[in-house]
């Protein structure tokens, strides 16, 4: 009887013990899913149109900021070729001239000296040349000394040496050499335009000492005009040369078409690289350094679209 109810005991223990274990709980979320069911007539009164996304060809337009510029070669500055006073002035800032226009006068005592040292030296040649052959024609009659003879020939050949000098000179100063005579010495040259352009600078008055290394105008050749555009590092791996450009202006209405003509290698310190583009046409009323917006169109690229409506 004892043993019976130490077995009841035992069992009671692990019904309780089996009771007490913790009692684990699962929460259970509901999503709510919203669906709109729309009829046939719906559907077409809402004009919905079904269908996967399709595969187009999408043009890439880069925008870019510029100046108009004009090439180095294209660009000169006047000066005079030698000190003097400005006797006259033919042009004013944004006057368009021709090649060969003057464009001021300049005079100077040095000029006349030059002029009057180059027609001695002509004179002085014609009796160098005479000694010469006097004494060549001695020299074959046995009469003379070959000595004589050669202190000749060196004295004209120095004759000829600074005859060339001063022709330089004064070409470079603009004398006309075939009317420099004894009786017509020039007082002043012209100095003329080396080719047809804008004057856009006028750094001289008349009256005034002009230096030889003086800046006194500045004639451009608009006819080589370019854009200069200057595009971002990001968008250089989509230009290519010959690429079309539409430039627009802040005071104008009127968009210049160009053509991407060379592409920088350098990047700058600020990340942007310069784009030379030559313009469809010459517009000879853009002025250098005119500010622009450019539109670089880069061609198609393939991308995935849906309909816009």
Do not use: W
């Not at 559907?43 to 060809?57: A, D, F, M, Q, Y």
């Not at 290394?213 to 989509?238: G, M, P, R, S």
């Amino acid at each position: 009887m004892k043993a019976s109810y130490l077995f009841i005991i035992f069992l009671a223990s692990l019904v309780v013990g089996c009771s007490s274990a913790p009692e684990v709980k699962t929460e259970k979320q509901t999503v709510n899913l919203l669906s709109v069911n729309l009829n046939a007539e719906q559907i077409k009164n809402s004009e919905i149109r079904e269908g996967l996304p399709t595969k187009e060809l999408i043009g890439l337009t880069i925008t870019a900021n510029g100046t108009i510029e004009v090439p180095p070669q294209n660009k000169t500055v006047i000066s005079a070729q030698f000190g003097g006073f400005i006797k006259s002035l033919s042009v004013l800032d944004g006057m368009t001239v021709r090649k060969g226009q003057t464009l001021f006068t300049i005079e100077h005592p040095e000029l006349i000296q030059l002029q009057q040292d180059y027609l001695e030296v002509i004179g002085n040649m014609e009796y160098l040349t005479a000694e010469l052959d006097r004494q060549k024609s001695l020299v074959q009659q046995e009469a003379g000394s070959l000595k004589a003879m050669q202190l000749a020939k060196s004295q004209l050949a120095m004759a000829q040496a600074k005859k060339t000098g001063l022709r330089a000179k004064l070409e470079m100063a603009g004398v006309s050499l075939k009317q420099l005579n004894a009786g017509n010495l020039q007082r002043a040259i012209s100095v003329v335009a080396p080719f047809n352009g804008v004057v856009t600078k006028v750094n001289v008055n008349v009256g005034a000492y002009a230096e030889p290394t003086e800046h006194l105008l500045e004639i451009i050749d608009l006819k080589h005009a370019h854009a200069e555009v200057i595009a971002f590092e990001k968008d250089v791996k989509h230009l290519k040369i010959g690429q079309s450009v539409q430039l627009s202006f802040s005071n104008d209405n009127e968009v210049i078409n160009a053509k991407n003509f060379l592409i920088g290698k350098e990047i700058g310190k600020d990340r942007t690289v310069k784009v030379h583009c030559h313009l469809d046409t010459e517009n000879s009323n853009i002025a250098p350094g005119s500010y622009f917006k450019a539109s670089i169109y880069t061609g198609a690229v393939e991308r995935f679209c849906i309909p816009a409506d």
